[in-house]
């Protein structure tokens, strides 16, 4: 029977797996005839049906001590070795393999060399199971009770942990002398290479301490997670890096820097709390878009376009995005403006500049500053603290990736100030066109050039802004909305809109032009258009409720402005004057809101007292200061009006601004306040189709004032005929729409006897300044000369 990979000596107990069908038949017939069957090795395991020529000549007569049959169909066999024996000849047999044999006698030699030889075998046998753990102790107390020394060497032959071929070199030999030195050979050379690994262990565990330790395990996971399949690609991280560092076109300092940090990487274990810090900051570094650029679109026509399909109206900032382009297709390098829109809530600050970014062809990234407080959150934690991460300015460009994005700073005003530091300082870096080429977040610790970036930064007021934040850009005011563009606003973008939000056709519903105004006028009071949107969307809702419940799907709506109060309830705001007839004491004034312009109703009421004036209605300090500076101007016109110099002694005036739960300051409305007084104090009435803003001097000058373009829109809404404004403010008439401007009668004056004139309704053929000069008022203030000595 041939033998895979094991060679059987004399006198070995050993057993056998047998699953070839003709080693099942001679072990069978070895049983049968209780014969001895001879065992020998096969030159090459892997062969299942070696021939003549495929096996060993030598090998060893064994008996079959035992036979099992398993259910596979195998035969579990125990045998035991007694001679040597060679192959002579191959008589031909059907079922096994069957061989003439010539038995091999030992030979002993000189039994004083053999003693010798016997002595040093044990004693090196017994240093090898020493070092050898595998070798059981039973078999070293049995080597040392045989006598026999063929039977000694073979039984230690056995046992070595040699090649089969080597084993078959041993077995091959017939002098016992020879096979002894043999075997001294081969145990020498293994506890040669056992002694030099136990002292490569040593050497490994002498340089390993906790983290090789760590790494050591760390590597053995690996080895077995690729073993079981859980990590079949086997890809070196680390590798990957470089490889991406490779690839990237990074600055030179920033490339030195960053395969620093790989080596280091590259050292450190795999389970160091550092590795994964270094780790990171490669990561962030190699995820930011080093120059790496859209293409910009510079087609202006088409750019203009794009903006005009998206935005009605906002012509300042479209105007100022195509002057930007005209430039650039001119100049190669042209550094990204830093634009600031300044305008009251749901005129499109945030939704053009998406747009922009539409129109220029370039991606488009925004971040929110409301309610930020923390300077790192712009400049980021640096890389010592737990948790670091780089700021926002550094996380938007990896998320955008490219150097060259359309950037939207959203709530700049909203941004406040705490122990952590002051945010808005830190974006005096990012905003600045002469710095930002080399901003340097704490995090990232290198220089980024934030210079291609064409930054938008949107506020709903300039209060909230530092001045030197306001300095680093380009302030472009955007006024509310007046009806008429509100109604085309509707009528382009929010009606379709909300029509297939809502699950409508186009032609399903019609909201005509008197409804949307009666929307715009009794149900939503604002600049923008986003209570407008959220309205026209709940008459949707209504209707498509009305459909559902009456099962009329196929029915279409007609909306007029009866339609719109059916569905809309009563109104929330009453349209029209601000007061419907003339009164004394009463005066429409303009304010200015963040929202947009307000009318604002000044009421004034003498009553019987001692010279006190009242001011009521939550008014700032200012606009306080603004009543005392009208009473002292209407007690130094008295006499020209008429009045004695201490008419105020016997009276109390009171000066109320209705709405008094809304905070109001501000000096514009010190015109409108002198005018309600000399109206309450000669009884004569105020014109109601007229409205009024501008600061008052003690001299009655009348000083411009800010936010015209809302007031003149809060007028105009108010359905007010005739505004009177500072004559300084003649120059802003250029910045209010022209419908505007011709729908009312703008009068610019000058000091505030022409407001009194043009504001007051004198009956026919009254005058309302006497003929007195000046110099005879103030000189009845001056004390006489007879009281002065000599």
């Known amino acids: 029977m041939s033998l895979r990979d094991i060679v059987v000596f004399p006198h070995m107990v050993a057993p056998l797996v047998v699953g070839r069908s003709k080693s099942i038949h001679a072990l069978e017939d070895a049983m ?40 596979d169909g195998t035969i579990k066999a125990l045998i035991e070795g007694k001679r040597r024996a060679e192959i002579v000849s191959f008589p031909p047999h059907q079922r096994f393999l069957q061989a003439e044999l010539m038995e091999r006698f030992d030979i002993d030699g000189d039994g004083q060399e053999i ?59 017939d002098h016992v002398s020879k096979r002894i030195e043999k075997v001294l050979e081969y145990i020498s050379r293994e506890m040669e290479l056992a002694e030099l690994e136990k002292d490569i262990n040593a050497r490994v565990k002498k340089r390993m301490g906790k983290t ?93 376009t794009i903006l005009n399909e998206d935005h009605f109206g906002l012509e300042k900032p479209k105007e100022r995005i195509l002057e930007y382009l005209a430039v650039q297709a001119q100049v190669k390098k042209l550094q990204g403006p830093i634009i600031c829109l300044v305008g009251p809530p749901g005129v499109g600050k945030t939704s053009i500049t998406k747009s922009i970014a539409r129109a220029m062809g370039r991606k488009f990234t925004r971040i929110s500053l409301g309610g930020v407080r923390d300077e790192a959150e712009i400049r980021g934690h640096r890389r010592t603290y737990v948790g670091a991460m780089p700021g926002k300015i550094i996380q938007a460009m990896q998320k955008v990736g490219v150097a060259n994005p359309v950037f939207c700073l959203d709530e700049i005003d909203k941004m406040s100030t705490d122990f952590r530091g002051d945010p808005s300082s830190a974006l005096l870096e990012v905003l600045d066109p002469e710095q930002n080429y080399s ?32 300095d680093r850009m380009e302030i472009i005011r955007l006024n509310g909305y007046t009806e008429e563009e509100k109604q085309k606003i509707a009528e382009g973008f929010l009606i379709p809109k909300q029509l297939e939000l809502n699950g409508f056709k186009p032609k399903d519903i019609t909201l005509t032009s008197g409804g949307v105004f009666e929307i715009i006028r009794r149900y939503t009071r604002e600049a923008g258009v986003r209570n407008f949107e959220r309205t026209i969307a709940s008459v949707f809702r209504k209707i498509a409720r009305d459909r559902l419940k ?65 001011v009521t209605g939550k008014l700032g300090d200012v606009m306080q200061e603004s009543a005392q500076a009208a009473l002292s101007y209407v007690r130094s016109r008295a006499m020209r009006l008429g009045l004695i110099p201490d008419f105020y002694q016997k009276l109390d005036i009171h000066v109320h601004v209705p709405e008094g739960a809304v905070p109001k300051d501000g000096p514009s409305a010190g015109v409108t306040i002198a005018t309600a007084l000399v109206s309450a104090i000669l009884k004569i009435p105020v014109n109601h189709e007229i409205a009024m803003t501008g600061e008052i001097t003690l001299r009655g000058r009348v000083l411009p004032i800010g936010g015209l373009t809302e007031k003149l829109l809060a007028a105009k809404r108010g359905n007010i005929k005739t505004v ?8 802003n008439l250029a910045d209010v729409p022209v419908n505007i401007r011709k729908s009312l009668t703008i009068l610019c004056l000058d000091n505030v006897d022409e407001v009194l004139e043009n504001a007051l309704v004198l009956k026919k053929g009254e005058e309302l300044f006497k003929d007195v000069s000046l110099s005879s008022v103030y000189g009845d203030f001056t004390v006489s000369s007879h009281n002065t000595p000599h």
């Open 32 to 71: 049968e005839k209780r014969t001895e069957i001879f065992l020998v090795a096969q030159q090459n395991p892997k062969v299942d049906d070696p021939t003549e020529k495929e096996i060993y000549r030598v090998g060893t007569l064994a008996v079959v001590m035992q036979l099992l049959r398993l259910p």
């Open 115 to 173: 003693e010798v030889f016997v002595r040093r075998l044990r004693k090196k046998f017994g240093q090898f199971a020493g070092v050898n753990r595998k070798i059981p102790r039973e078999v070293l107390k049995s080597v040392e009770q045989i006598d026999d020394y063929s039977k000694l060497v073979n039984v230690i032959s056995a046992h070595l942990p040699i090649k089969s071929q080597e084993k078959q070199i041993i077995l091959e030999i």
């Open 212 to 304: 090789q330790r760590n790494y050591f395990l760390g590597e053995k996971v690996k080895v077995i997670q690729n073993e079981i399949g859980q990590n079949e690609d086997g890809v070196d991280e680390i590798g990957e890096l470089e490889q991406s560092l490779g690839k990237k076109k990074l600055p030179q300092l920033v490339r030195e820097k960053t395969a620093k940090e790989l080596k280091k990487l590259r050292n450190m274990p795999p389970m160091s709390a550092e590795t994964t810090v270094v780790r990171n900051y490669v990561d962030c570094i190699l995820s930011l878009p080093w120059g790496k650029k859209s293409r910009a679109r510079l087609d202006i026509n088409k750019a203009e």
């Open 439 to 470: 901003f340097n977040d704490h995090y990232l610790d290198l220089d980024y050039d934030l210079s291609e970036i064409f930054f938008i930064t949107t506020a709903n007021n300039l209060d909230g802004i530092p001045l030197p934040l306001q």
């Open 550 to 614: 009456k099962k009329v799907k196929n029915k279409t709506y007609k909306i007029t402005a009866q339609g719109v109060r059916k569905y809309l309830g009563t109104p929330k705001f009453r349209f029209g004057l601000a007061e419907e007839k003339n009164e004394v004491g009463l005066v429409t004034g303009l304010a200015w809101t963040s929202v947009g312009g307000e009318l604002l109703q000044i009421e004034t009421t003498l009553m019987v007292g001692t010279g006190k004036m009242i």
């Open 724 to 731: 009177l404004i500072p004559k300084e403010n003649e120059r």
